[in-house]
């Protein structure tokens, strides 16, 4: 079946604008997660769904980042007033229940955002 | 809190060599423990996983037992390929089901 999907899977947009990613998840999984994913770097948390809501949004580095998924399917990420410090790869990943630490988490193939 | 540390690389060795990415973790409570690979190119795909201490996961000839006495979770390969170059993550899960990852580690298997 289809996997995760995202779309842009490039962004370029100058410092200041703003930006919406969107992530697709397997259809039939209701745990959504976002992260982010510098350089280098392994993937840093951002913010988890649990269907419609956001059971877990404490990875949010500021309040300029805004996720929704308001059919509990489709989420967008939303970055405000971007920065160069937000430039990333942003990860998407679904679970089927997302209830537990054993679930596996399937990913997306990621957004390349560059702020210039 | 939780945390992830494994071995910097790069790591390159010749094909046929034997493999261990060393990974070590701080939790509280009982994680479980994962392996994601990142093949070029590619987006991030679960190689292994266990649930519980003494587990042991394995797929395509990798193998990791999830030791909690030195809380550690190493990664092994008796035998590797070219086709196994790719960067290799650690992490870690415990309440809410959010992954904690280490910074990745980058294998190069030369013919």
């Known amino acids: 079946g289809a996997g995760v999907s995202q779309t842009p899977s490039n962004k370029v947009t100058e410092k200041g604008k703003y930006v919406e990613l969107r992530c697709d998840p397997i259809?039939?999984?209701?745990?959504l997660y976002w992260y982010r994913q510098s350089l280098g770097q392994g993937p840093e948390f951002l913010i988890y769904?649990?269907?419609?809501?956001?059971?877990?949004d404490s990875g949010l580095p500021n309040d300029r980042f805004f996720a929704v998924r308001p059919e509990g399917s489709v989420s967008t990420l939303k970055i405000q007033r971007t920065e160069r410090g937000d430039s990333a790869v942003y990860l998407c990943?679904?679970?089927?229940?997302?209830?537990?630490?054993?679930?596996?988490?399937?990913f997306g193939p990621g957004t390349r955002l560059t702020v210039l | 809190g939780n945390s992830v540390t494994q071995m910097e690389g790069p790591v390159t060795l010749s094909e046929e060599a034997f493999l261990t990415i060393n990974c070590t973790y701080t939790?509280?409570?009982?994680?479980?423990l994962f392996w994601y690979v990142q093949y070029p190119g590619e987006g991030l795909q679960l190689l292994l996983k266990?649930?519980?201490?003494?587990d042991k996961g394995s797929n395509k000839g990798f193998e990791a037992t999830y030791r909690k006495e030195t809380t550690s979770f190493h990664l092994e390969k008796g035998s590797v390929q070219v086709s196994d170059s790719a960067v290799y993550f650690c992490?870690?899960?415990?309440?809410?089901?959010?992954?904690?990852f280490g910074q990745g580690t980058e294998l190069s298997v030369k013919p």
């Open positions: 990943a679904s679970s089927r229940a997302g209830t537990g630490r054993t679930d596996t988490q399937y």
């Open positions: 259809s039939g999984h209701t745990a």
């Open positions: 769904f649990q269907g419609t809501g956001a059971a877990d």
């Open positions: 939790a509280t409570g009982y994680p479980s």
């Open positions: 266990a649930t519980k201490a003494d």
């Open positions: 992490a870690l899960s415990n309440q809410g089901g959010k992954l904690i």
